[in-house]
C-alpha cells in the first residue's frame, strides 16, 4: 500500500483499527448463502435433531458471544434523559441516539429512539417503544422532527392500550397539545392501516400512515410478518420509517433483520442472517436477542415464495 501511496496507514491508531477489524473477522466470519443453501439450512435446521447440531442455534450461540457489551458509560445520556428508568429496560446508546429538534413547554429533548439501518439506507429505520399516555406527545414530536411518513406497529393497535392516547378512531381527532391528530382512513385487510395526519397549533401538518399486523404475530405463522415486511419494502416512501414494539427491541429486530435481508438477496444473490443480525446489535444488543426470534428470521424468510418480486430501491 505505501509502495502506491507514502501516506496510507501512518499512525498507531490506524495499525490498531485493521487489527481490531481482522479480531472480528475471524470471531464471525462473514458467510453468504445462496438461497438454495439458506433454505436447505433452514429446512434441516426444523427437524428434530440434537439441539447442538441445530445449524441455526449454533449461529445464535455464536451471535451471543461476539455481541457488544457495552458499558453504563455508554448508556449516560439515556440514564439521565430519562426520568422513569425502572420502567426502560432497553435504553439508547449515547452515540446512536435520536433526538427532538421541536420545543414543547415542560418537555424535553430526550426519547428513547434509535436510527437504524437498512441493507442500502444508513438511516433507514427509527426504532422505539410505544409512548406511555403522557409521552404521546414526544411520539408524535418524534414524527414531525425526523419526517417519518409511516409507522410499523409490531403488534395489532387494538391491542395497544396507549395507542389510544394519540390514535384517534376514523373521522375522529385527539388532541394531544400543541398537535391534533385527526383520523382520515382506516383500512383492513391482510394488515390493518391508518392514514392520519398530525396538525400543529400553527397549522404545519405532516401525514402518517400507521400500518399494523390484523393479528398478533407468533414464531409459528409468521405470515403476518411477511405481510408487514412486504408493505414497506414495496412502498416508495423515501423517509424514515418508525418500528415500535412494546420494548423497543425484540420483535423491531425481526422485523427489520428479514427486511434487510430480502434486500441483501436481491443485490447480492445471497444472504447472511447472522450478519444481519449481529449488525442491529451493534446499535442496540437487545435486538433479536432470544433464539425464538433469531429462528423466526430464518422461517419468515424461507416462507417467503416470490423474493424478485420486492421493491429494493430504499
Known amino acids: 500500500m505505501r509502495g502506491d501511496r507514502m501516506t496510507m496507514v501512518q499512525t498507531i491508531e ?89 420545543s414543547v413547554p415542560n418537555r424535553g429533548n430526550f426519547i428513547n429512539a434509535i436510527n437504524v439501518s437498512s441493507y442500502t439506507n444508513p438511516k433507514r429505520f427509527i426504532v422505539t417503544k410505544y409512548p406511555r399516555r403522557d409521552d ?77 399486523p390484523s393479528t398478533r404475530l407468533t414464531s409459528v405463522d409468521t405470515s403476518q410478518l411477511r405481510r408487514l415486511v412486504s408493505e414497506v419494502l414495496n412502498s416508495s416512501a423515501k423517509n424514515p420509517i418508525t418500528v415500535v414494539s412494546s420494548d423497543g427491541a425484540i420483535l423491531c429486530g425481526v422485523f427489520i433483520a ?8 436481491q443485490l447480492d444473490d445471497g444472504v447472511d442472517i447472522f450478519t444481519a443480525v449481529r449488525q442491529l446489535q451493534v446499535r442496540r444488543p437487545e435486538l433479536c436477542s432470544t433464539f425464538v426470534s433469531f429462528f423466526t428470521i430464518f422461517d419468515s424468510y424461507r416462507s417467503i415464495k416470490n423474493i424478485a418480486s420486492f421493491n429494493i430501491v430504499n
Open 14 to 102: 490506524q495499525h490498531i483499527m485493521l487489527y481490531l477489524a481482522l479480531k472480528k473477522s475471524f470471531d464471525a466470519p462473514i458467510e453468504i448463502k445462496s438461497l438454495p443453501d439458506f433454505c436447505s439450512m433452514t429446512e434441516r435446521a426444523m427437524k428434530d435433531i440434537p439441539a447442538n447440531q441445530n445449524p441455526i442455534k449454533e449461529e445464535f450461540q455464536q451471535l451471543l458471544k461476539v455481541r457488544p457489551n457495552y458499558m453504563d458509560a455508554d448508556y449516560k445520556m439515556a440514564k439521565e434523559g430519562l426520568q422513569n428508568i425502572q420502567i426502560d429496560t432497553v435504553l439508547p446508546l449515547d452515540k446512536y441516539s435520536l433526538y427532538l429538534s421541536s
Open 258 to 265: 428479514v427486511h434487510n435481508a430480502i434486500q441483501q438477496i
Open 136 to 212: 404521546a406527545v414526544d411520539f408524535l414530536r418524534l414524527l414531525n422532527d425526523h419526517e417519518s411518513l409511516t409507522v410499523v406497529c409490531m403488534d395489532p393497535v387494538s391491542e395497544i392500550h396507549s395507542v389510544q392516547s394519540w390514535l384517534p378512531d376514523i373521522s375522529a381527532s385527539k388532541v394531544v397539545p400543541p398537535f391534533t391528530v385527526h383520523c382520515q382512513s382506516i383500512s383492513e385487510t391482510e394488515i390493518t392501516r391508518h392514514v392520519i395526519l398530525i396538525i400543529h397549533n400553527d397549522g404545519e401538518t405532516h401525514s402518517v400512515t400507521v400500518i399494523s
